[in-house]
């Protein structure tokens, strides 16, 4: 159960409750939690170390961008970091996102092999965000094109692969298996009215052969993120159902 936290950069600081503009805080929430690992950039690694080391795992994601940008060039990551920070930070892992169908994809690809290649070196695992996003792609949930960027993240040699999760227990069985056996995580996607739904999307990524979840918004504008990350994690780690899991965040 990965928290993810890279939202500062990916859709601004409004993504945040004021309570939270102090990174620190939902960082002590979340390992309070007992959440497995953090994914965020380099720079907020090191800057909030006091809260996470030595307490949880770490992600370093390595690309980036905001949406200042103007939107066609929103399709592209940029280099947020160097491999050598993540690094020297103590990374479990490194992670990168490549936006497959976007006219930006060689580039993506370029920055990806880039630390693949480093990452191979270190014995570091390199997670791909697989989204397929871009001006030819209608619908980013349809199972097609989503099974078409884990298949193509599984052949650029992701380790883990987070995506979208695409509706229902039975379309995700079709994901995961086109990954042949790479870890496949959900990515969280934009915060829930109604938690136990969210609960069961998790539930169904699990049960189709999931691996696990990275989860950013609905964490962190839950009401109480602790509970949030044991709820979740409960469906991930013991196998609980969504309804069981749900009496964790009463
Ligand atoms: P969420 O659980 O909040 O969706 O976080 C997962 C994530 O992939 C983050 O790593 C990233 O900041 C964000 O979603 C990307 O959002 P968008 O889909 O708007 O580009």
């Not at 309570?19 to 909030?48: C, H, N, W």
């Not at 092999?113 to 397929?132: E, H, M, T, V």
Request: proline letters at 6%; hydrophobic letters at 40%.
């Amino acid at each position: 159960m990965v928290f993810a936290f890279d939202h500062g950069v990916e859709h601004g600081p409004s993504d945040f409750p004021r309570e939270f503009l102090d990174p620190r805080k939902i960082i002590s929430r979340v390992v309070e939690g007992g959440v497995d690992a953090i994914m965020m950039l380099p720079a907020m690694a090191y800057q909030t170390r006091d809260a996470w080391a030595g307490r949880t795992s770490l992600i370093v994601k390595l690309t980036s961008k905001t949406n200042l940008r103007p939107p066609d060039e929103r399709l592209r990551q940029s280099t947020f970091g160097l491999f050598e920070e993540a690094v020297s930070l103590g990374a479990d892992a490194v992670a990168a996102t490549v936006y497959w169908g976007s006219q930006f994809e060689d580039q993506m690809l370029e920055k990806w092999f880039s630390i693949k290649g480093k990452a191979d070196l270190y014995g570091i695992p390199c997670l791909q965000l697989a989204y397929p996003r871009g001006p030819s792609i209608k619908n980013i949930y349809d199972v097609e094109v989503v099974r078409y960027g884990v298949r193509a993240a599984v052949e650029s040699g992701a380790d883990l692969i987070k995506t979208y999760y695409t509706g229902s227990e039975e379309s995700f069985r079709e994901v995961v298996k086109v990954a042949s056996g790479i870890p496949v995580l959900m990515s969280g996607g934009p915060p829930r009215e109604n938690f136990l739904e969210f609960l069961r999307d998790v539930e169904n990524v699990m049960r189709a052969g999931g691996s696990g979840v990275v989860v950013g918004r609905n964490v962190f504008r839950h009401p109480n993120p602790e509970k949030a990350v044991k709820a979740i994690s409960a469906i991930v780690h013991e196998g609980k159902t969504a309804e069981e899991a749900y009496q964790l965040v009463k």
